[in-house]
């Protein structure tokens, strides 16, 4: 089953990059990353040393429930192209394992469906996820923290 990897939208990035607040209504704070383990949410790749990022809250959720969980993430400060790939994104390549989950079309977790997988299982095990009748997107996670990675569809 081919895979789409949904990064946030452009018109969300370019919104919070003007001044646009984010889920908790605050304004993104403005860093300089390290180049270590700051994954950019809307290009899926690593924001690399020196360069100037967003940390702000999201929940990448269309409708106000209780499954809607918000929390830190981070974006390139400056414009990027968002991810438009069908391969695994460089995001996912650079951690050891990632938090997955189902969750239906009203976006609610599909109970059963939450495990810590390998980076190199990523794929298969949302493949496996996806075929399930009640999933209609995963979402990836970081398996420490739980920061919201990215969405996956099936293309």
Same mark, same amino acid.
């Given at each position: 089953?081919?895979?789409?990897?949904?990064?946030?939208?452009?018109?969300?990035? =370019?919104?919070?990059?003007?001044?646009?607040?984010?889920?908790?209504?605050? %304004?993104?704070?403005?860093?300089?990353?390290?180049?270590?383990?700051?994954?950019?949410?809307?290009? %899926?790749?690593?924001?690399?040393?020196?360069?100037?990022?967003?940390?702000?809250?999201?929940?990448?959720?269309?409708? %106000?429930?209780?499954?809607?969980?918000?929390?830190?993430?981070?974006?390139?400060?400056?414009?990027?192209?968002?991810?438009?790939?069908?391969?695994?994104?460089?995001?996912?390549?650079?951690?050891?394992?990632?938090?997955?989950?189902?969750?239906?079309?009203?976006?609610?977790?599909?109970?059963?469906?939450?495990?810590?997988?390998?980076?190199?299982?990523?794929?298969?095990?949302?493949?496996?996820?996806?075929?399930?009748?009640?999933?209609?997107?995963?979402?990836?996670?970081?398996?420490?923290?739980?920061?919201?990675?990215?969405?996956? =569809?099936?293309?």
């Amino acid at each position: 089953m081919p895979l789409r990897y949904i990064p946030i939208s452009t018109p969300v990035a =370019e919104q919070l990059r003007k001044g646009g607040k984010d889920a908790y209504g605050n %304004l993104p704070e403005r860093q300089i990353s390290d180049g270590d383990g700051v994954p950019c949410r809307h290009c %899926l790749r690593n924001v690399d040393a020196d360069e100037a990022f967003l940390v702000l809250s999201m929940r990448p959720f269309t409708s %106000l429930q209780p499954y809607a969980e918000t929390g830190p993430v981070f974006m390139h400060a400056d414009n990027c192209p968002a991810y438009d790939e069908a391969v695994r994104p460089p995001i996912l390549a650079s951690g050891r394992d990632f938090l997955l989950r189902g969750y239906g079309s009203d976006e609610r977790i599909v109970y059963g469906t939450g495990s810590v997988v390998p980076a190199d299982e990523v794929e298969t095990r949302a493949q496996e996820l996806l075929a399930m009748a009640d999933v209609a997107s995963v979402h990836v996670r970081s398996a420490r923290y739980n920061c919201y990675q990215c969405r996956i =569809e099936a293309a």
